[in-house]
């Protein structure tokens, strides 16, 4: 009998064979491999088995039964096959899911990780997915993601884009969340906040599917009598998925997976996939949620703590001021008296002297020297004073004219100019006006010297968001930063009797009220101070 297929031959040429192909040259010497790989699926060789039929073989009917078993189980290992495949992808899709979702606690990051991979090609492939979280303090399931296309253009621009830069998954979760998180947020905003319900409804189906811990298929859910109508309409689909996100027995949301373009069947296996996959999701967004809250503890302990010190600084430095204002008083006063009786028989006695008297110029000396000590003595009463200012609400025009007002002659006799520029609209400002027109005089007619040429002070006052900046610009000064910074340390100078001690005293009066008080040596001439004064009581802030 001829036969037409080359199953019994040892070896054949490559046109001998019409199931071979380019790269299986191996198959011409291999006849056992051949007939296993190629005959069973040869028409010659069924040719050839028909014709073993038709001659009565008896071997006929055993080589149709073998052919026809070999055939079945050929067909069931190469399911097996596909199916080991897709499982050996679907662990390293969860493996690199599980990698991300375990080492991050940005929230941002753990949901853009969780839906990209739901509607990715790479990952689940459902075309929507919206995600629900618990709000326990609010009694609320409430939306709070969407991500997918809102329509088939959109879908379309989407899918090109993907195919086009050819990203794996942790890229395209990285891409989402960098470039689409905030504009897919803002897509779904009207759906996430109708997807909202409260924990307590125990008949509405994402409660349902939430409490029993188990996913839930919908098919028919315009028909469906556990489906709100609502619900339905929303959503817009006959079919979708509930995914409840369970951590440890807590509910921690829901995602809602549906195919809104295509329509593709979600079947059982995507069930169980989706399934296995949501609990490292609820358990990473637990954890990242936790992770913000201990943040925000943190934060506020922080600051706390911080508060804490620098109160307890403050009242370090309040006893040591204390103590210091306790003892200057204390010298002051001692003090005060006799140089009081010194001061009023010289004055007496200097009214009394005629012009010719030798003395009388002896009884100036002293006259004047009283006055020094006595200032000098009102400066140090004046910084016990400082420690306990008394605030109210002041207009900072007549602050600054009252001040301008009671330095008048003194700078006029000095040949100064001076000027105010007052700002629009300014509010009252709580201070101590006392100790405030204290350190403006004390600005205005301070003693440093390295006088130069320009004698004039400008003022200005201008509105900001804290309260009101008050600048002095007094261009008749020469001296350094360093200088400057020198002098606003109390009794930093001791050349001359109270020198330096009122910019100091000006420092630390406005430090206890909490105002800011900036001193800074001009570029070419002059000081420039900055005072800013607040416009409510500190409770008030």
């Known amino acids: 009998m001829d036969r037409e297929c080359c199953w019994n031959r040892d070896v054949i040429e490559l046109a001998d064979c019409p199931e071979m192909g380019p790269g299986?040259?191996?198959?011409?010497?291999?006849?056992?491999?051949r007939n296993l790989e190629k005959c069973c699926e040869c028409h010659k060789f069924l040719t050839d088995l028909k014709q073993l039929r038709g001659d009565a073989n008896p071997l006929a009917p055993v080589l149709a039964s073998f052919l026809g078993e070999f055939r079945r189980q050929k067909n069931q290992i190469q399911s097996l096959v596909s199916f080991l495949d897709n499982k050996t992808l679907e662990i390293r899709f969860l493996h690199e899911l599980g990698s991300v979702l375990q080492s991050s606690v940005d929230l941002d990051e753990v949901l853009s990780v969780a839906l990209t991979a739901i509607t990715a090609g790479k990952g689940f492939g459902m075309n929507r997915a919206f995600l629900l979280l618990t709000d326990r303090s609010a009694g609320l399931l409430r939306g709070h993601l969407g991500i997918g296309p809102r329509n088939l253009e959109e879908a379309g621009q989407?899918?090109?884009e993907i195919a086009q830069n050819d990203m794996d998954l942790k890229s395209l979760a990285q891409n989402f969340r960098l470039n689409k998180l905030s504009s897919e947020r803002a897509k779904f905003h009207d759906l996430l906040e109708q997807l909202t319900v409260p924990l307590a409804n125990k008949k509405h189906i994402l409660i349902k599917a939430l409490d029993g811990k188990r996913p839930i298929m919908v098919e028919g859910a315009f028909q469906h009598p556990d489906v709100p109508p609502e619900l339905a309409r929303l959503l817009g689909v006959d079919t979708f998925l509930l995914m409840p996100l369970i951590s440890r027995n807590r509910r921690v949301g829901m995602i809602i997976a549906d195919n809104f373009i295509t329509h593709r069947t979600i079947t059982e296996e995507d069930m169980r996939s989706i399934e296995s996959f949501g609990f490292p999701v609820a358990f990473a967004i637990e954890r990242a949620s936790l992770y913000d809250k201990l943040q925000v503890e943190l934060d506020r302990v922080t600051a706390a703590g911080k508060k804490l010190k620098?109160?307890?600084?403050?009242?370090?430095?309040?006893?040591?001021?204390?103590?210091?204002?306790?003892i200057t008083s204390s010298v002051a006063h001692s003090v005060r008296n006799p140089l009081m009786i010194i001061g009023g028989f010289a004055r007496s006695m200097l009214k009394n002297s005629p012009e010719s008297d030798p003395k009388r110029t002896f009884i100036e000396s002293i006259v004047a020297e009283t006055r020094q000590l006595e200032g000098v003595l009102d400066e140090i009463l004046n910084y016990s004073d400082s420690l306990y200012p008394t605030k109210d609400f002041w207009d900072v025009s007549q602050l600054v004219e009252t001040a301008l007002r009671d330095t008048a002659d003194n700078l006029t006799s000095l040949g100064?100019?001076?000027?105010?520029?007052?700002g629009d609209d300014l509010p009252p400002v709580y201070i101590d006006f006392k100790q405030l027109s204290y350190c403006l005089r004390t600005v205005l007619q301070n003693d440093i010297a390295g006088i130069g040429v320009d004698l004039s002070i400008a003022i200005w006052s201008q509105r900001c968001e804290d309260g009101v900046i008050l600048r002095i610009e007094d261009h008749s000064r020469h001296i350094t930063q360093a200088e400057l910074d020198h002098l606003l340390v109390p009794f930093s100078e001791t050349r001359d009797l109270g020198a330096g001690l009122g910019l100091a005293l000006c420092k630390t009066m406005l430090e206890k009220q909490g105002i800011p008080f900036i001193v800074q040596a001009g570029e070419n001439d002059g000081i420039r101070y900055t005072i800013t004064l607040p416009t409510r009581k500190e409770e008030q802030t």
Do not use: C, F
Not at 312 to 317: A, F, K, T, W, Y
Not at 416 to 422: E, F, G, M, N
């Open 310 to 326: 620098e109160q307890q600084e403050l009242i370090v430095r309040m006893e040591s001021m204390a103590l210091v204002g306790r």
């Open 158 to 160: 989407v899918w090109n």
């Open 24 to 33: 299986e040259e191996d198959l011409l010497v291999s006849k056992r491999q």
């Open 416 to 422: 100064y100019a001076t000027s105010y520029s007052p």
